[in-house]
């Protein structure tokens, strides 16, 4: 029986195959310093409990696209947070934003313009789909995740004389693996270039909420017509694991939402009855939901600044991340040293730190980044984060010694880097 070739250098989506190693470690007994994987540490507020506690006993299937209530209140909720004009949309409720994205990927033919560095499952989706995958280099700094219209047009043109198709283009913000945001200005620059090329605009929005500075701002002001919003919960309330996506759909591509809803019935049916009943509490602007929101964010904010400024101290460059909860730095300041101990790449440099100090991170290669820059990405969340809010709303200043009570491993993570780095 013949097997496809899996169309990606990783055996498994790299960032839950660093949080299954570090688990496997863990369980050995082993000290792990884990900033592999992203993953919102804080519990699931009590209300969102009650209400799926309550809707245990809803076992039928719901409509492909969606229970209605949840819809409503989800459009309702981001008409009032966000100022979009949710009349002009349709929702699409799945298992993940993570199937949104693929589904959209499969529903326009042609090639993606694909952001460097990005999320790892972006190219990777692509070349599951058979279609090509065209690098847009960004500049990053304390301002942001940088595109500019000039390296885009480039990056179009280039294509298309190469006989490539470049239909789409998903942007990040706040980004994963950067934790910068995409400023807004550079939205309204870009957005001629893509209008004029008709590319379809995925905005995965999923970090919408954790924005440190509670700024939201998004692609669809300059481009609502050529724009799918892709969301979730899963980071700004923790739920990866109920595994909720929304898509907002704009009316004005009349064929986009039948398709979807349309790939929806042959694969994933429908979320789970009981998963969505819930979450319409996690919509309905509850004043503890969303205090737990704006609690969590500052938290975040405070502990990956926190290890951003520090590695920085190691003369590390590393943008301050300005959302989510990760910071990428680069090691090119280190190079000559790191070469002595055999690092040439960024996988070279993961594997240094594990094998120097039992600290997993991921390297840049895994985001689309050249093999040959010495980036990685932390993620600032291996903390016990009920103990962490606890305290925060206890009324424990968010300052220096609150990482060193609460969360040691981040600054432990810190002072490693610091000692390794100075070998050199």
């Not at 050995?28 to 993953?39: A, C, D, N, S, T």
């Amino acid at each position: 029986m013949r097997i496809k070739t899996f169309p990606s250098s990783f055996e498994l989506s790299p960032t839950l195959q660093a949080n299954e190693m570090a688990a496997a470690a863990r369980a050995r007994g082993e000290y792990v310093w884990h900033m592999g994987f992203g993953q919102s540490p804080f519990p699931v507020p009590e209300r969102l409990k009650t209400a799926l506690a309550s809707a245990a006993t809803q076992k039928d299937y719901l409509p492909t696209s969606g229970l209605e209530r949840l819809k409503d209140t989800v459009k309702a909720y981001y008409e009032k947070r966000t100022g979009i004009q949710s009349d002009n949309y349709d929702v699409i409720v799945a298992p993940g934003s993570k199937l949104i994205l693929y589904a959209l990927q499969d529903a326009v033919p042609g090639d993606l313009l694909h952001c460097v560095p990005s999320w790892v499952s972006y190219a990777p989706q692509a070349r599951m789909l058979g279609t090509n995958v065209i690098d847009v280099e960004t500049h990053l700094d304390d301002k942001g995740y940088h595109i500019s219209a000039e390296t885009l047009e480039t990056a179009i043109e280039t294509a298309k004389a190469k006989g490539l198709n470049p239909t789409k283009i998903i942007l990040n913000s706040p980004n994963n693996p950067t934790g910068l945001k995409i400023p807004e200005s550079t939205l309204a620059e870009i957005a001629p270039i893509i209008k004029k090329h008709d590319i379809l605009v995925i905005w995965d929005e999923i970090y919408g909420f954790v924005d440190f500075d509670n700024n939201y701002y998004s692609i669809t002001k300059y481009l609502p017509d050529n724009t799918v919003i892709s969301t979730g919960l899963s980071k700004h309330l923790s739920l990866g694991g109920w595994r909720i996506g929304i898509g907002f759909v704009p009316k004005s591509i009349s064929r986009l939402f039948p398709y979807l809803c349309q790939f929806a019935s042959e694969t994933w049916s429908c979320v789970a009855s009981p998963v969505q009943e819930a979450c319409i509490e996690a919509y309905m602007e509850h004043e503890d939901i969303e205090k737990h929101i704006i609690d969590c964010t500052h938290i975040h904010s405070h502990m990956n600044r926190y290890l951003a400024k520090g590695v920085r101290a190691c003369g590390v460059d590393i943008p301050m991340p300005q959302g989510a909860f990760y910071s990428y730095p680069d090691f090119k300041n280190h190079k000559d040293y790191l070469a002595t101990r055999g690092v040439h790449n960024s996988r070279d440099l993961a594997a240094f730190f594990i094998k120097e100090g039992n600290m997993l991170t991921l390297p840049g290669e895994a985001f689309g980044e050249r093999a040959e820059k010495l980036t990685l990405r932390l993620s600032g969340v291996d903390y016990d984060g009920s103990a962490v809010l606890q305290a925060y709303q206890n009324g424990e200043n968010l300052d220096e010694d609150f990482v060193l009570r609460h969360a040691p491993r981040i600054a432990q993570a810190v002072d490693k880097f610091a000692k390794i780095l100075d070998q050199g």
